[in-house]
């Protein structure tokens, strides 16, 4: 079987509280969109240190070394709830075949960017077609919730805004590695690697990139506290998609110990991404690689305090959460053996699919070429199954320069929409993001059975069609 890059994914075999080695760490929620100062005072009465306050949302972080905390504050007067904030164990990230660009030599190429033509996604969605309308995503801002950034990388550094940040512990926003693949990087490279006559395009290569760990870039682990901090964060700093490649590999615990904790973490998530929508964010999230049919799971029912209900597929976390786009994963079979006739549009081995839960599809790569044989593309010799993975800056290599690598995963099918909204909202400025997923929908290429089918969701993206309208 190939190696094959998956999303980051949240292990839960080790799923634990938050903690240092004298407080652990706590997602206090109020009864209400709120947090206000009094509130606070009960929080810290009842034993609890406050060290983020999201008011926006009516939820708090905080930490606190008695282990009568929990019950005390979920007492208090205005309070929804008061549970551990969990710690995740990711899998580790693993690269395919990374290479360093041949600055000297670069491919021909029908642009001068001397890894365009191993990009496969850009042709399944036409890129080139939008560009040649004029629109190249300027003007948009896309957040990168994910483990860091490779901030020197020569593709990303000019894309990068100053104001990014980093809510992992100890860890700063730009990757400080040297010889390691950084997940955060192959995303934002997706979206809006520059036209620089380098190496790789992005699909909106004039957007920016608000950069934001969630994750740790050595191990992938990363907390709730994080993401919902991220979420609002990228919404307060003018994000107007937010990409979410990120996942809980086999889902949330649906009943047993914890699960009403973890159905008060998902709610606080939810409300953090309502408040991102509210401020003209539109959240875009990886459906997931379990191979998962996720017409037939079902979901668990949660109800806030102001009475609304809804239903989360705890086995898509975060991909099912209200208000945010899911997507798929496609990918060719042997594209470097007929570059110009392959299919790119098989759904990837690995997606998650169901009706009810894909909005759209996007290229994330496969491996499901059978054969081992080597094929050669832009003056790169890799085995052929290697080209239908999805190419992309990867991070730095050993001694410290740009490098970039292959992988595969629903967290590469995100970028690749994400970027195609940008496109979007590049052409038309600020908008709602209803009316983006509008434009979405109306342009996407609807394979599959007619109308929203299991794979694709409303369609294939198509970047051509979509600021044509």
Aim: charged fraction near 15%; charge should be negative; aromatic fraction near 8%.
């Amino acid at each position: 079987m190939h190696t094959l890059t998956r999303a980051i994914t949240i292990a839960l075999a080790s799923f634990a509280s938050v903690s240092t080695a004298h407080a652990a760490t706590y997602i206090v929620t109020s009864k209400t969109l709120s947090f206000d100062s009094s509130l606070a005072h009960r929080i810290e009465a009842a034993g609890g240190t406050i060290t983020a306050r999201l008011p926006q949302i009516g939820v708090a972080v905080v930490e606190s070394a008695d282990t009568g905390f929990a019950d005390r504050a979920a007492r208090a007067p205005g309070v929804r709830s008061a549970v551990y904030d969990y710690a995740f164990q990711s899998e580790d990230p693993e690269a395919t075949g990374g290479v360093e660009p041949d600055y000297a030599n670069p491919p021909a190429s029908g642009d001068n960017d001397a890894f365009f033509n191993l990009q496969w996604g850009a042709q399944a969605i036409d890129v080139a077609g939008a560009w040649n309308q004029g629109y190249r995503g300027a003007g948009a801002t896309v957040a990168v919730l994910d483990a860091g950034i490779a901030c020197r990388h020569v593709d990303l550094a000019s894309q990068i805004l100053p104001d990014s940040a980093s809510f992992v512990p100890g860890e700063g926003v730009c990757l400080s590695h040297n010889g390691v693949f950084n997940h955060g990087s192959h995303v934002a490279g997706i979206i809006a690697a520059a036209d620089n006559g380098i190496g790789t395009i992005g699909v909106a290569p004039a957007a920016k990139i608000l950069a934001v760990k969630v994750l740790s870039e050595t191990t992938g682990g990363g907390s709730f506290a994080a993401i919902i901090q991220g979420i609002v964060y990228a919404a307060d700093h003018g994000a107007d998609v937010i990409n979410m490649s990120l996942g809980v590999h086999g889902g949330l615990p649906v009943n047993g110990k914890g699960a009403n904790d973890v159905s008060e973490l998902v709610n606080a998530t939810k409300r953090a991404v309502d408040y991102a929508r509210a401020r003209n964010a539109l959240t875009i999230v990886a459906a997931g690689n379990d191979g998962f049919d996720l017409d037939h799971m079902s979901g668990v029912k949660i109800c806030d305090s102001n009475g609304s209900c809804y239903v989360a597929n705890l086995k898509a976390f975060p991909a099912e959460l209200p208000n945010v786009l899911s997507i798929s994963a496609t990918a060719p079979i042997g594209w470097a053996k007929a570059p110009a006739s392959t299919f790119l549009d098989n759904l990837a081995s690995y997606s998650n699919y169901g009706t009810s839960a894909i909005d759209f599809a996007g290229p994330g790569g496969d491996a499901a070429y059978p054969g081992q044989e080597n094929c050669t593309m832009a003056r790169i010799t890799r085995p052929c199954w290697v080209f239908d993975l999805v190419f992309a800056p990867g991070g730095y290599s050993a001694a410290g320069g740009s490098s970039y690598s292959w992988a595969a995963g629903t967290s590469m099918a995100a970028p690749h929409v994400a970027g195609v909204a940008a496109l979007i909202i590049g052409k038309h400025g600020k908008m709602a993001p209803a009316e983006v997923e509008r434009i979405l929908r109306a342009s996407a290429d609807d394979l599959g059975k007619p109308g929203a089918d299991p794979a694709y969701g409303s369609g294939r993206v198509n970047a051509a069609r979509a600021v044509q309208l």
